[in-house]
Every structure is written in C-alpha cells, then in structure tokens.
C-alpha cells in the first residue's frame, strides 16, 4: 500500500488550483511586459530609461515588500493576506492598463508588485498549510505549482504577443482583471480558513518593523543604484550613495535581526545547507533568465524586425520545456530527492545558455530551438526541488516567511539581472554581431555552474 501514489482529494485540488491563481498572475506580468516595451515606448512618449522602469518597477516593489508580506501572512494568516494581495494586484492592473503617460504606468506597475508580493509567499504558505502532511503528496503539489508559474513566465511573450496583435498593449494588463476575479472567489470558497488554535499572534508587538524597514531601504537602494548605474556612471553620487546606503542598511538589517526578539528573518535559517543553497540557487535562475527575456525580447523586435505576435511566438519552446519538465520534477523529487534534480537541472540549463554565446543578428531562427529547450528544460527539473527543499527545511509556522526569503532573492535577483543586461540593449538595433550579449551568455553560465 504504501508503494501506491497517495490520491488528492478533491478539497487539496482545489486548494492547489486557487493558490496556482496568484502564482500564474504574479509570474505572467513579469515578462509579458517585454513584448510589449517598444509599443509602450511610442504610445507613451517614453525613451529607454523609462521603459526599464516599467519592466522594474514591478520587480522591485515585488521583491522589496515579500519579506514583510511572509512575516505579515505568519502573523496575521495567509489566507487573509493572499485575498487582499489579489484585489490590490487587479486594481493596479485596471491602472496599468488605463495608464495616460510613462510615470503613471510605472506607479502602477509598482502597485502591482506590492499585490504580488502579498500573494506569492502566501501562496506558498497555503500550500504548504494543505499538503505538509505528505511530504511527497507535497512534492509532487509543489511541483504543480511551480509548473503553473513557470509556464507563465514562459508564456508570458507569447500571451503578450497575441493580445498585443489583437487588442493593443493595454490587454496585457487587463487580462489579469477576470483571472483575479476567478481566484479572489475560489479563495473566499475553497481555502479554509485557519482553526482557532492555528491562528497567528496579531499583537503589534510581534511585527518587526525595524527589520522590515531596514530591509525595504537595503534591497530598493541597492537595486535602484544598479538601474541607474548605466545612465548615470558609478562615481555618480545617486549611484555610489545608492550603494553605501545599501551596504549600511544591510548591516543594520542584520545587527536588527540578531537582537529581534521575533525577527522577521530568523538568521538560523541560514545554518541550514540545503535552505542557504536554495536561496543562492534562486538569485542565479532569476538573474539569468529575466536577463535572457529582456535581452532577446528587444534583439527579435529590433535586430530581425519581428512584430510582437512573432517575436512572442519564438518564445513558444520554453513553454513546452517548462511543462513536461515541471510535472516531471515532482516525481524525481519524491524518488531521489532534491539534490539531483538540482544539480541535473543546472547543468541543463547551464548549456541552453552557453549556446546562446554564439547567437547574433544573423542567426537564423531554428538556432534558437536548441537553447530555448534546455533551458526552460533544466529549470523546470530544478525550480520545483529548490522549493520544496525550503520548504523541508523549516517549520510549518514559518513556511510564508521562508518562501518570502526564497522569493525575495529571486525577484532581487532578476531585478539585477535586468538593469545589468540592459548595457547590451543598444546592440540589438544595429544589424550585426551582439558583443554585449555574448559577454552576458558567459555570465549567465558561470551563474549556473557557481549554483550547481
């Protein structure tokens, strides 16, 4: 009996399918917006500074605000947090899609990420609530789930595409009003709510706002000085303070920590391996692959003059990759653990990249198959087991705030990756070699090879 796969009630499937809602949506409006950038930028009068706003905007907010968003679902319940990260989330959205100029569009992409945010650790949480009686029933949930946002993240250029083609830019954003809608419901339905002696401490005293605040400052100054580095050089004083200022808010971040009487980020966990290089192993898969996204988003539009519904297309083997290497990962977990499909999965992805080195302006199009399989291939096999080591590696009552430190990486980390690629943007408008992206396919695959 034992050997047999544990069933999913129809309850935990349920419970599954409503948490996918806000991973989907969260991931979805992370590169849908790329396909969309050059449509933005003459619709709204925006040059290239602007434009990376829009893309980090959001990522930035969403990375900033996860710690607290985790600390405040252990507190206050995830439940709670996650309904009203789907609201706030659909709101921005009918913002971002009702946008009369640039800075109005930013704002609201800001907003967007303070509601992903509330959604994505929570999220988890949720997840981890329903399944973590069966730590394979879990496995094989998380690898479900992880699958539901990746292959958002993978069809977010296709989506991008086709909506742009037939209803304008602005429907990238406004497709998310009917799915938070479906989600907010089927929350309010099917997530039960948390038994008396579960609920969390709301006392005030309990929330570490010095903490909170201090890693807000750390996390905005530091990303927000590599975004501007390239406009403005690094002696510039908005950029160099950017950076002290962040490197003294993440000491004091930790000094605060350590003394915190309920911190909101337990440094203990960081003595745990497999916690500590998950965490790692989650900055270098988003560094890297919203790094690739943005990257080749603008060379297929600008350097082979593609229309968006084309240029989204080509993004369409990653979401097939995504797919059966998700679902997959579930299973390898549950057999042999989290530690090959890791490692396995790195390597995979490690040579979609490096064979991205050898793409330029004349590369024809089927040389890009090759890559766009393995890398969605290898991330699929090895996202689903980071995630489920984090989540073996802690408690239940701190399963949110262990996802948000998982998630805040990423988000830091793929924030980073956009600003640091975007060097590389000007080369895809002249017709010939990438110099600038070929230096960055290297540093994606030293990346993948420090994470394996």
Not at 2 to 26: C, D, E, M, Y
Not at 44 to 61: E, F, K, M, P, R
């Amino acid at each position: 009996m034992n050997s047999q796969k544990t069933p999913v009630s129809p309850a935990l499937g349920r419970v599954l399918a409503t948490v996918s809602v806000g991973f989907v949506v969260t991931q979805l409006d992370v590169t849908i917006v790329n396909i969309a950038l050059p449509q933005i930028g003459a619709n709204l009068h925006a040059n290239v500074a602007g434009l990376q706003w829009v893309v980090d905007a959001y990522t930035l907010a969403f990375a900033v605000l996860m710690l607290s968003a985790g600390a405040l679902g252990d507190r206050f319940g995830a439940r709670r947090l996650y309904a009203a990260g789907i609201v706030l989330f659909a709101l921005a959205s009918l913002a971002c899609g009702l946008a009369l100029d640039a800075p109005m569009l930013v704002a609201a992409r800001a907003l967007q990420g303070v509601g992903a945010a509330a959604m994505l650790p929570n999220s988890l949480a949720l997840l981890n609530q329903s399944y973590g009686h069966d730590p394979k029933l879990r496995a094989r949930a998380v690898g479900l789930w992880t699958a539901s946002g990746a292959i958002s993240i993978a069809a977010g250029p296709v989506l991008g595409g086709v909506l742009i083609a037939a209803f304008g830019w602005r429907s990238i954003f406004l497709v998310n009003l009917p799915i938070c809608a479906a989600g907010f419901l089927a929350t309010l339905l099917w997530v039960p709510r948390p038994q008396a002696a579960a609920k969390a401490d709301t006392s005030p005293r309990g929330i570490d706002l010095g903490g909170q605040s201090l890693a807000i400052v750390a996390l905005t100054a530091f990303v927000a000085a590599v975004i501007e580095w390239r406009p403005l050089g690094l002696t510039h004083p908005l950029v160099a303070g950017g950076f002290v200022l962040a490197a003294l808010a993440g000491g004091a971040f930790v000094a605060v920590e350590v003394r915190a009487r309920a911190p909101m980020l337990p440094l203990s966990l960081f003595g745990k391996r497999s916690f500590s290089a998950a965490v790692l192993f989650g900055i270098c898969v988003n560094m890297t692959y919203y790094g690739m996204v943005f990257v080749l988003s603008l060379y297929l539009q600008r350097a082979r003059g593609y229309t968006p519904l084309q240029a989204g297309l080509a993004f369409l083997p990653l979401t097939g990759g995504f797919l059966i290497s998700n679902v997959a990962s579930g299973w390898v977990v549950g057999r042999f653990g989290v530690r090959v499909p890791m490692i396995a999965g790195a390597i995979t992805a490690g040579l979609g990249y490096g064979l991205l080195h050898f793409v330029d302006a004349g590369t024809p199009l089927i040389g890009l198959l090759l890559p766009f399989l393995l890398i969605p291939s290898g991330m699929g096999l090895a996202v689903p087991a980071m995630t489920t080591a984090v989540l073996a590696s802690v408690e239940a009552r701190r399963a949110g705030t262990a996802s948000a430190v998982l998630n805040t990486a990423r988000q830091a980390g793929g924030a980073v990756g956009v600003a640091a690629f975007a060097r590389s943007r000007a080369a895809p408008r002249r017709r010939k070699s990438l110099p600038a992206c070929r230096r960055r396919r290297r540093s994606r695959s030293g990346c993948w090879c420090s994470a394996a």
